[in-house]
């Protein structure tokens, strides 16, 4: 049986690693820093997914730019320093990116995260390995705009109709609908399963395992 997909895209927080409790702490704790109303763990799980100035601008809406970029600033130091809660791979996610890339899928990254936090993370899972191409938020523009997924189908040379996003929020949900790519979801991350599947995934499994299946 011919394959569907070649390319299979994935979002990286909330669906490949489970970092979901250490960003909202980190979240509050930069607010608390600054003598800021600490917006609620519910509201900070729901932007979870959007570039750092988006979310920042989503939670704090009467906040300057300054003082958001004070905030990114303590955002950054709570993630990167003082909190060293663990932020573990998801069951299966490292035997299933072995099994995908063994069975020839091309894998990559489309992540909210900054540049300088994915690369530790890929270092510290040790998964740079299975991925062909990765593309963060502070490099391109945020999810919901295409750019990264049409900046990843350019490196990588597949075509739309070829690929595959996978994700836990309506971002990415959103993201790949506006670059034309068919997306699947995991109900194990931030967002309802309600929500993902009214906002165009194909699926919504409730395991990496289950996304391995479902491409098999």
């Not at 250490?22 to 600054?34: F, G």
């Not at 909210?112 to 936090?117: D, E, H, L, T, V």
């Not at 506006?178 to 395991?207: F, I, K, M, Q, W």
Request: contains cysteine; charged residues 25%.
């Amino acid at each position: 049986m011919s394959r569907s997909y070649d390319l299979i895209v994935f979002d990286w927080d909330g669906t490949l690693m489970d970092s979901e409790a250490k960003i909202v702490r980190c979240m509050r704790a930069a607010a608390v820093d600054l003598d800021i109303a600490v917006p609620g763990e519910e509201a900070v799980r729901h932007i979870i997914g959007l570039g750092l100035g988006e979310a920042l601008a989503a939670l704090f809406p009467r906040c300057d730019v300054t003082t958001r970029a004070q905030l990114a600033e303590r955002y950054r130091e709570h993630f990167l320093v003082h909190d060293q809660g663990a932020m573990p791979l998801f069951p299966g996610v490292d035997a299933g990116l072995a099994a995908l890339a063994d069975r020839g899928f091309l894998l990559a990254v489309a992540t909210g995260k900054a540049r300088r936090g994915l690369e530790r993370v890929l270092d510290d899972t040790a998964t740079r390995r299975y991925f062909a191409a990765t593309r963060c938020a502070d490099e391109t523009c945020s999810k919901p705009h295409p750019r990264m997924l049409e900046e990843i189908l350019e490196v990588t040379g597949v075509e739309v109709a070829r690929a595959l996003m996978v994700g836990d929020t309506v971002y990415d949900m959103a993201m790949a609908r506006n670059a034309g790519l068919p997306a699947l979801a995991v109900s194990y991350g931030v967002h309802t399963r309600e929500s993902l599947l009214a906002n165009g995934a194909l699926a919504c499994l409730d395991s990496f395992d289950a996304v391995c299946a479902w491409l098999g």
